[in-house]
């Protein structure tokens, strides 16, 4: 605790960032995926063979832009070598970019909402989102990696925390316009997100939840497990493990 403490402090990050928890939370990942390695491997390597079909079909150059890239532990790296790559979160780790020197980090909002709603909170007025981002030059492949259901979750919980009201189909709007995007990008689109959140008690499943509204994206091609928190990392009882599944627009 002391350790992340300490990264938290030191981490460059624009205010709003820090104050509502994303450089915070991207400590924790990294932390969680150490503890959790064993239980988070089939996932990751499920992840991994996902991009490597999808990178497959691509010419040797081309260039793939990965949204919420984090720490890269779902990512083939070293299978993706002969691509450019360019890596788009909230926030990246120093370590991380630090393991990557020819890799190009973007650190952007794919939502548009985090600073407008930071600053709408603390000055008590009207939330505008920014605008939609128009991307400079369209990349061969873009894979939204592991984020869709997370999106909402941070500036809801600052909101709420705020008394600040967003209305009832703020969640399920965020993410419906980030599929929107995707597909209005005219390229080949890899999204992998959760679907379910279920409980274990034991063997027995005592409670599901959906991860994500229904949006217009059809069955996923693939499904696949992820026990995101073993008995023990976030309850003494309850294993949680996550329903995921990949699609291709």
Known sequence: MINEALQHLFILAPKHIKKMGYVKESIAIEARAKRCQQSWAPHLEECKKQILAATSKLAPGSTIMLLGSGGLHDVPMEDLREFKLICVDIVHLPETIKLYPDVEFINKDVTGVIEPLYKAVKNKNTFFPDPDWILAKRPNLIISLNILSQLALKPVGFA?????????????????????????????????????????????????????????????????????????????????RHVVGAWEF
């Open 160 to 240: 709420k925390r705020h008394k600040y009201e967003l209305g009832d189909f703020f969640h399920d709007n965020i993410l419906k316009a980030h599929v929107n995007w995707l597909k209005r990008q005219k390229t080949n689109v890899l999204m992998i997100s959760d679907i379910n959140r279920d409980y274990y008690q034991g063997e027995k499943l005592i409670e599901t939840e959906a991860a994500i509204p229904t949006l217009d994206i059809g069955a996923p091609k693939d499904t696949w497990n992820w026990d995101v928190a073993p008995k023990g990392e976030v309850d003494n009882k309850i294993n949680i």
